[in-house]
């Protein structure tokens, strides 16, 4: 079964950079064929997606947060990670990783559990 | 960037009933639109993709239909944990989805 998990600092202040990794456990992540995903929800919103990376390293980012975001891969860890810079209120969330799997089309099948990121001094 | 509406915000439907959900693209994604259902404190579960393909483990009681501009989502004989906020997403370029609706009981 897989599962995903979201993990890092639940504040950060105002024109830090937000990080965060999602660790993946159940065997898809080594199989190259899935596109990892990080996914917010705003609070009392709808969901934005934020970007992709693939096994191999390549990314695909949000046009709107595209400036501020690194998505990283560490294959030896099974893991994933978002940085986004300069962060400020609006960028308060529930963080979410999630997979798409092939033909990676945008179709989310596995999600973390969410991580409530707060943006604060 | 594509813009999804669902209507309506909020829909109260009996138990047993039928619910229909409505999404409206701002221009054409084809098929390219999926469903996803949310619980409070949970993470989405995606339902439907390419507009009317229901994913694995997912009852028949939820179906998708549409292409082009507009979809709808139709929950036949709605059980007590189907009353959550459903969203739609579009992937005919990059990611985006609708602002939810809420499906309460009556």
């Known amino acids: 079964q897989v599962q995903l998990q979201e993990s890092g600092p639940g504040l950060v202040k105002p024109s830090q950079t937000l990080s965060l990794t999602c660790t993946v456990s159940?065997?898809?992540?080594?199989?190259?064929?899935?596109?990892w995903n990080w996914i917010r929800q705003r609070p009392g919103k709808g969901l934005e997606w934020i970007g992709f990376i693939s096994y191999t390293g390549s990314t695909y980012y949000n046009p709107s947060l595209k400036s501020r975001i690194i998505i990283s891969v560490d294959t030896s860890k099974n893991q994933f990670s978002l940085k986004l810079s300069s962060v400020t209120a609006a960028d308060t969330a529930v963080y979410y990783c999630?997979?798409?799997?092939?033909?990676?089309?945008?179709?989310?099948?596995?999600w973390g559990q969410g991580t409530l990121v707060t943006v604060s001094s | 960037e594509i813009v999804m509406t669902q209507s309506p915000a909020t829909l109260s439907v009996s138990p047993g009933e039928r619910a229909t959900l409505s999404c409206r693209a701002s221009?054409?994604?084809?098929?390219?639109l999926a469903w996803y259902q949310q619980k409070p404190g949970q993470a989405p579960r995606l339902l439907i993709h390419g507009a009317s393909t229901r994913a694995t483990t997912i009852p028949a009681r939820f179906s998708g239909s549409g292409s082009g501009t507009e979809f709808t989502l139709t929950i036949s004989g709605l059980q007590s944990e189907d009353f959550a906020v459903y969203y739609c997403q579009q992937y005919n370029i990059w990611p985006t989805f609708g602002q939810g609706t809420r499906v309460e009981i009556k």
């Open positions: 999630a997979r798409d799997p092939p033909p990676n089309t945008f179709n989310f099948d596995y």
């Open positions: 159940g065997g898809s992540f080594s199989s190259g064929d899935y596109y």
């Open positions: 221009q054409s994604v084809s098929s390219n």
